[in-house]
């Protein structure tokens, strides 16, 4: 999608951080830590067990971590023509969007996670984390953490025609993992397993149904300081959100064939299907644990 090249944008939640890696975060840092192999693998389907270093471990030690706030970020066409401004712009408008739909998912008292940039590498609640992490949310934190650098993977990597919208995609995807946070619906997946029906793949394509969902009523949704901030998505921005929702799709990353029981994530097919629920059929439409095969 493209932004209001006149729209204000507040930019205050977002963060970049510094320091690169610092502490080691033990299992005792937060409940939902061991969720592992795929919640914190939003978007890459990554093997995440390495960011817990041994299960153990301090909040002390290593380093420093510093976060400072976006500069250069004040408008629309600041947020097209940079990532980093694009980021605070779809932070904003995400914002305004959950304030509004929240309530509609049973949440009575919403909040915005915390948003981070990173280089490299970065220190969270849920342990140390690199940037071939990938794009995750830290339930321990209530936080996003992205490198942007990941955007550039997504196309070169994992394949998707790239655009806006497809960066925008997935940050609509990890703050649908914040809503399921406030639900209560991220525990679901600590089951450990795995699987085309499994819970975990049901939480992931739900987040994609979030994210679509967004992205359908972004141009009617005000930011921080009263007024829409995107324009309207055209089909040409909607087949880019959809490319990379398949790109990521279990059966393209593993390699595996249909219902392989390794998936984490839903399948390519499966991935643009939510997605699309959500788009057409808003926050409401996403309960991928009332199918059978979602």
């Given at each position: 999608?493209?932004?209001?090249?006149?729209?204000?944008?507040?930019?205050?939640?977002?963060?970049?951080?510094?320091?690169?890696?610092?502490?080691?975060?033990?299992?005792?840092?937060?409940?939902?830590?061991?969720?592992?192999?795929f919640i914190l693998s939003q978007v890459t389907g990554v093997d995440l067990t390495g960011?817990?270093?041994?299960?153990?471990?301090?909040?002390?030690?290593?380093?420093?971590?510093?976060?400072?706030?976006?500069?250069?970020?004040?408008?629309?066409?600041?947020?097209?023509?940079?990532?980093?401004?694009?980021?605070?712009?779809?932070?904003?408008?995400?914002?305004?969007?959950?304030?509004?739909?929240?309530?509609?998912?049973?949440?009575?008292?919403?909040?915005?996670?915390?948003?981070?940039?990173?280089?490299?590498?970065?220190?969270?609640?849920?342990?140390?984390?690199?940037?071939?992490?990938?794009?995750?949310?830290?339930?321990?934190?209530?936080?996003?953490?992205?490198?942007?650098?990941?955007?550039?993977?997504?196309?070169?990597?994992?394949?998707?025609?790239?655009?806006?919208?497809?960066?925008?995609?997935?940050?609509?995807?990890?703050?649908?993992?914040?809503?399921?946070?406030?639900?209560?619906?991220?525990?679901?997946?600590?089951?450990?397993?795995?699987?085309?029906?499994?819970?975990?793949?049901?939480?992931?394509?739900?987040?994609?149904?979030?994210?679509?969902?967004?992205?359908?009523?972004a141009s009617r949704t005000d930011g921080t300081y009263g007024e829409p901030l995107l324009?309207?998505?055209?089909?040409?921005?909607?087949?880019?959100?959809l490319s990379a929702a398949s790109a990521v799709g279990d059966d393209r990353i593993q390699?595996?064939?249909?219902?392989?029981?390794?998936?984490?994530?839903?399948?390519?097919?499966?991935?643009?299907?939510?997605?699309?629920?959500?788009?057409?059929?808003?926050?409401?439409?996403?309960?991928?644990?009332?199918?059978?095969?979602?």
């Open positions: 999608m493209t932004f209001d090249d006149n729209a204000r944008i507040d930019s205050s939640k977002v963060r970049r951080r510094s320091g690169g890696r610092t502490a080691a975060y033990g299992a005792g840092g937060g409940g939902l830590l061991l969720i592992g192999l960011l817990v270093q041994g299960g153990q471990g301090t909040t002390g030690g290593g380093g420093s971590t510093q976060s400072e706030q976006l500069t250069g970020c004040e408008t629309g066409a600041d947020a097209n023509a940079s990532v980093d401004c694009r980021m605070a712009g779809a932070a904003d408008s995400l914002s305004g969007y959950w304030n509004v739909e929240a309530a509609s998912l049973g949440i009575s008292s919403y909040r915005d996670p915390e948003f981070f940039l990173f280089d490299q590498a970065t220190s969270t609640g849920c342990g140390d984390a690199t940037s071939a992490v990938g794009p995750f949310y830290c339930p321990p934190d209530t936080a996003i953490y992205i490198d942007t650098a990941f955007y550039d993977d997504l196309r070169s990597k994992y394949g998707a025609s790239g655009g806006p919208l497809a960066e925008m995609y997935v940050v609509a995807h990890e703050w649908g993992h914040h809503i399921q946070n406030l639900t209560g619906v991220l525990s679901r997946s600590q089951d450990g397993q795995t699987g085309p029906t499994s819970n975990g793949v049901r939480v992931e394509l739900q987040a994609d149904c979030y994210a679509g969902a967004w992205v359908q009523g324009e309207p998505v055209t089909d040409a921005q909607i087949a880019d959100a390699g595996t064939t249909a219902n392989s029981e390794s998936w984490t994530h839903g399948s390519s097919e499966q991935r643009q299907k939510w997605f699309t629920t959500g788009y057409q059929g808003g926050p409401t439409a996403c309960d991928t644990f009332a199918v059978a095969t979602p």
